[in-house]
């Protein structure tokens, strides 16, 4: 038997970061089953219904309002949660009534007093929820600024508005579901400190400029520029709008001298642009494409299988040396992942050393997961499905880490493929957290491997982090690609007998 | 590219959402500021679009802002004067009614506003009691204007007629030269402006009329007038913010005025009246502080493409919004509450909604807006904290496009006041202007009941966009 409990708060509002951590939290108290804060919009309200949270008393909560949801063991301690999450939002407000005289500074409320206060802004960062977001992008395009949309669930249609506005303004829109830019070597949302240098990268996904842009740092070069396009700037629909204009600006950059675009394959007449584009560059183009058909190289264009292979294609630098054979183990292989395109790199690597694999993010030549169905699987929990009301594993790994514990008991699992993401954004200590299950899993459990995209000027330390995840016994590859070839060399198949006995 | 700019060093952001994006951003030593975004409310939606889509004409707007402002911030308002409202204003004639506010008929007007339209027929002679005055009202044997039509303003009810004398400010800023009226300040208590309208009312009136007015306008001819700017940049040091307080203005200008009037008095008894009159009134500056404002704006109006708000006035019934780039046209939405302090014996459910052309006084950038210079104030207009006057300022300052630097706030190093509110701004914002009033008993005749704070609903400024951007050919 369980209750649910909604309560409304009018004009109540906190970022979604905020909100998550305080649902969190009652999530965490004794009798409460499920707890969720969201504003009241139209798609929230159709997620909480669907997770069977929604209750009469919010259904007519509008976008500006904050409902509080709570599914617990009885009325009262339902109840109760409803009054902590009070407490909790109460505490991370301004200061009460009656406290101490401290100067009650109203924020900002607007893009005319911000830009008061930033008379040479030239870029605004935008993490608004998905369906105000492409108005908010509007209006500081207007004002003559560059933007970066983090928010995600932006209408494909506004996408492309805002991006033909941008070019009429002759100004960048980087995104939707833009999660990382490296501009003028600053980080930017979900980044890495990485030094300066020659290197320009456009990228459609985030954990991609992550990835090469740390094992350019780690290779001695150095980024130029990390633009940001959004995971559907090559689709036909946008048609490479913005790819083909950071193309433009980083062919002028004078900073830059190799470039480096990384995105899912795209559609085929967006290809052939963005072919053409790269073969009139002045500067040579490297072009990672995850999951294509492998090309030939033309002529000041170089085609990269994996991440790894375009950032050693960028630095000059020749791959890593193949790591030593290990032990062969017999059994499946599970990848968790919190990067998206570290997943489908790894799949990438997979499928090129022989290996078949599931993944709930197929590249081409995958499989989609089926339930029930063996086989090696590698799960994106960045994904929609897994971080639809809940924060991105990234930033809490709480999700990671149960489905970590779980894989780690599964009978016929021979080794688990992880990513670690750190720097901006991210989680203080992800590998700490992942110490913690192996710490708990016992010595027979399958073997571990795990790559850190990262550096050491992150705020986490990239050698802190490997020595955390080793001294657990897990091995640590110098990338992701690496992680997912030791993998493959390592697994065989398990024997039928194996299988059956699950 | 201008996006290359982009690319030339850090970037300058401005973070909407997310603070720690902000916070990282800054640790890493770029400029960036955090807009403490909050949803929209749904039906607001398309007039925010509508925002984003003049943005396509922000170069005009800035231009026409420009412009305005100049002849705000150059204007020269100086008291010279005082004569019967009837020999100044032209138009105002037999039978003819100003009111503060929106227009407005008999029919919607509150009581107390209908309290001093009989008072004002009575005074004038138009009918012989109130009940007499009352049915010619609703008969329509009268007509009802708003006093911004005839480059007038009255504080509450705001109700000016013929023979009542008004105080003339001239603009003397080159190129300006136009003139404003508001009538004299009755006092505190039973007063026409808060719908009294007995025997004792009426008879001070008359006083106003007979006496007090014409020695003032001598005085004031006699004098040369009284320069206003340099007077409230002093009242603001003195903690006056010019709405709610006028303690010191008031005895600037009796400092200022009283020799003069010496000079012009007839006898030592109409003397000492008249400088009682003024001495007893905290308030009288008030009016004068109004007719002002009106002779700064009134040339920011029917610019094109200008946003910035010409007016705000209440009725009692509708808030109304004027902007410099619609021309003559209102803006209302219902007027709201104020919210404030009571005197003893009064609650609020004893208290009329927000009513007078004195938000004018906001419009220039004074009153709620100067707070920040009254902190006497806060206590009365609801906030609690000094403090707190400062957040009230401060809010403004987002609203609005200058600061004025003839009008400086010394808590706050001297910065000058806000002045100029854009439209766009308290569009985009949701940031309603704050305005400080008196607030009046619900009856016909009670008075001031209490103080407070009021805010103009966001209702007259999306529908002033909308127009706003008609105006420049972007239709919704």
Redesign the interface.
Known sequence: MSVVVNRVRRGF?A???ALMRIARALSSETGVLEASLM?G?PSNKALLAESGLLAEAARDA???DLVIAVRARDAARAEAALEAAERLLAGGGAPA?GQA??????????????????P??????????GE?AA??A?????????VMI??DNVPLAEEVALKRRALE????VMGPDCGTAL???????FANAVPRGEVGIVSASGTGLQEVSCLLARAGCGV??GIGVGGRDLSEAVGGLMTL?AL??LE??RRTKRIVVISKPPSPAVMEKVLARAARCRKPVVLCLLGAEARAGRKGIAFARTLEAAACAASGKRPARAPAARTARRGWIRGLYSGGTLCAEAQVVLMDEGHAVQSNAPVPGAQRVRRGAAGHRLIDLGADEYTRGRPHPMIDPTLRNEQLARVLRERGVAAVLLDVVIG??AHPDPAGMIAQVLRGAGPRRPAVIASVTGTDADAQGYARQVATLRAEGAIVARSNAEAARIVARMVRKPSRSATRRR | ??????????????????????D??AS?G?????????????AR?AV??L??????R?AAIARANDEGLRRMQSANPVLVDVQPAGKVIAGLGERVLLHAGPPIGWERMCGPMRGAVAGAIVFEGWASDLAAAERLAASGGVTFHPNHYFDAVGPMTGITTRSMPVLVVENRAPGAGNRAYCMINEGLGKVMRFGANDEEVLARLAWLRDVFGPLLGAALRAAGGLELVPLVARGLAMGDEMHQRNVACSALTLRAMAPHLAQAAGDTETLSKCLAFIAGNEQFFLNIGMVMGKSIMDPVRGLEACSLVAAMCRNGTDFGVRVSGTGDAWFTAPVEMPQGLYFPGYSEADANPDMGDSAIMETIGLGAFAMASAPAVVGFVGA?????A??FT??M???TLARNPRWTMPALDFQGVPAGI?L??VV????QPAINTGIAHRRAGVGQVGAGVARAPLGCFDAALVAFARSLGIET
């Open positions: 509002y970022d979604s970061v504003i919009s509008q976008a500006d009534q005289a401290t100067e009650s500074a109203p924020g900002i409320a607007g893009f005319g007093a911000a830009l008061d206060a930033l040479a802004a030239n870029l605004a960062l935008i993490s608004v929820p105000f108005l908010e509007r209006r500081a395009l207007e004002r003559g600024l560059n983090f928010s303004r002759g100004l960048l501009i003028g070597g600053v980080p930017l949302a130029s520029q204009a433009d600006l002028s950059d901006t954004g | 590219m201008s996006s290359n700019s982009l690319l030339g060093g850090a970037p300058r952001v401005v973070n909407i959402g997310l603070r720690g994006f902000a990282e951003i890493q770029a400029d960036v500021v955090q807009v403490d975004w909050r949803p929209p409310a749904p939606r925010l679009e925002l984003a889509r003049l943005g396509a922000e609690g904290r000094a403090s707190d400062v957040a401060r809010a300052g987002q609203i854009d766009r701004r985009e914002s949701g940031i």
